[in-house]
């Protein structure tokens, strides 16, 4: 057996006014509750600092700045960052990410038990548009603010296990899961920051958008035999609502916990990564079933091409 | 809108005993059915021919070789071919295929509606093993039986729309969705015979086994925003329990019908092949959104290899 005890710690909704420090404030509140129920690790969403300001359209490179980090931890983060090693729980969350070289991403990171940031993962599908476009209910800029993740999608080894990172709209693309499936991983986690209403199709309502959801992480880790642990931020942001539905799910691809609000809410469960190992060595045994020489469109073509 | 009628045709237990001739009265019987309910298009089974014979053990490569056909059409299957063409019906179904080379796939194909064979699909994902396995509750030795498929996943033109095949184990695989997704696909068929009891994990009970053929199903419709179509052999057969749940699936991921029983039994549809462009066209327009850059283990790698 080889438990990590993890919490998944939704935040609920983020005013444009809100200031980093009242919701690092919130983050260290929700590490509390973690440490309370003897959590070792503790995920918390995408752009946990902020709003989700991609539906915000801007023209002004230095307003878009004002919500990116240059620094991580920064002097907002650092006490975050404290708490966790005061605690010995090891954490991960998503920031929008300014590198020195004035470089753009949808970022999240993991630190270990020490608090020593030990992975970097940046946004590789990015969901969206670039421009400002008027058929939409609202805007989701996402290809606008960010450049697509240059990382890929790294598995490293931390807390005993192997573990990987996706954000939000990664997780609804099976090679995401699969590239770090073929690294062995025992745990993805992801956080995400998804609208209730779709913005092109107001009529497809919250419960459908639930399930594709809960349907995109659960296939995720039944096919790769790891847990996985999606976390939202949620509510109603300045007018937009997002939904709850912070997901633990086993390596099975059952939901063993989820959220119930659209509020600050943390859940929690102990993870045995020892639980990865049936799928891995029977019916997703990659070495023994997967067949590479048929699966060449995936990686040679972009787009979808039907045949003449 | 392109509707096309769609009959999934499950099958209920084929005993060893049972002859050809047999399982095509039954094929027919359903068939007559599916045409009484204005099908366009009808999908039958995996193997639907016989019982599932890679549960038994054999060493004798002439015994194996009597669950072969080495003709399609041949003499038991033409009143088949005959009554799908009267009927103007285009049918799929599975069937151990023996070929002039000795080459032995578990296959499918597919007519159109004047009973002309338009494409073939041999299973890629053969699950199980090739040995006596003593471990087992039960063997499944497809990889004894079969060479693992030679075709690919390819995806052709008919009935006004773009359609490909898969079967059973190959459900399972994202891999098997997205390259005919990649092709554009609209409507995937597939059949199976999946046992009701995990042979390596007893306790795993029939619920999660219908779990995860449905998400597996549903995630695949889902991302590649395509109908699914797949159709069981179902219950016991020899002693040998096969599960139902037969399903059609939208280009959104939701079962629109399902089969309540094992036996023989009928489900039907109107596919409206239009329903999978809005898909392709927002969330899943996999030319604006996909990363092959950062796709390569897929292909590169069959076997999950940890990093150091």
Redesign the interface.
């Known amino acids: 057996m080889r438990e990590i005890v993890t919490a998944a710690l939704q935040m609920g909704p983020i005013q444009k006014a809100d200031s980093r420090r009242q919701v690092v404030d919130r983050m260290i509140a929700l590490l509390d509750q973690a440490h309370a129920a003897g959590a070792d690790f503790a995920v918390f969403p995408e752009l946990t600092l902020t709003t989700f300001f991609p539906r915000w359209y801007m023209e002004d490179q230095a307003e878009v700045d004002t919500w990116f980090e240059t620094q991580m931890p920064g002097p907002e983060t650092q006490p975050l960052f404290d708490k966790a090693k005061d605690y010995g729980i090891a954490i991960s969350f998503g920031f929008a990410e300014l590198t020195p070289e004035g470089r753009h991403f949808n970022t999240s990171i993991q630190t270990d038990p020490s608090g020593e940031i030990i992975a970097r993962y940046r946004k590789?599908?990015?969901?969206g548009h670039s421009e400002y476009d008027s058929d939409r209910d609202f805007q989701h800029l996402e290809k606008r603010y960010f450049l697509?993740?240059d990382l890929?999608?790294?598995?490293?080894?931390t807390l005993g296990g192997?573990f990987g990172m996706c954000i939000c709209?990664d997780r609804?693309?099976?090679?995401t899961y699969?590239?770090m499936?073929?690294?062995?991983v025992e745990m993805v986690t992801l956080g995400f920051n998804t609208p209730s209403v779709n913005s092109?199709?107001p009529d497809e309502g919250l419960q459908?958008r639930l399930?594709?959801h809960r349907?995109?992480c659960?296939?995720g880790a039944?096919?790769n035999a790891t847990w996985v642990v999606a976390v939202a931020k949620a509510g109603v942001e300045d007018g937009h609502p997002l939904f709850g539905g912070s997901l633990i799910i086993d390596p099975?691809?059952?939901i063993v916990a989820e959220t119930q609000t659209e509020e600050d809410e943390m859940i929690i469960h102990p993870c045995d990564l020892d639980a990865c190992t049936?799928g891995?060595t029977?019916?997703?045994?990659?070495?023994?079933?997967?067949?590479?020489e048929?699966?060449?469109?995936?990686?040679?073509?972009?787009?979808?091409?039907?045949?003449e």
Not at 124 to 127: A, D, K, R
Not at 181 to 184: C, E, M, P, V
């Open positions: 590789v599908h990015l969901p697509p993740g890929g999608f790294p598995v490293y080894r192997l709209n609804r693309w099976p090679e699969r590239v499936g073929l690294q062995g092109q199709l459908d399930f594709h349907l995109s659960q296939s039944y096919q099975n691809g059952k049936f891995k029977t019916i997703f045994d990659f070495k023994r079933h997967r067949r590479i048929h699966y060449g469109l995936i990686t040679q073509r972009t787009g979808a091409e039907p045949p």
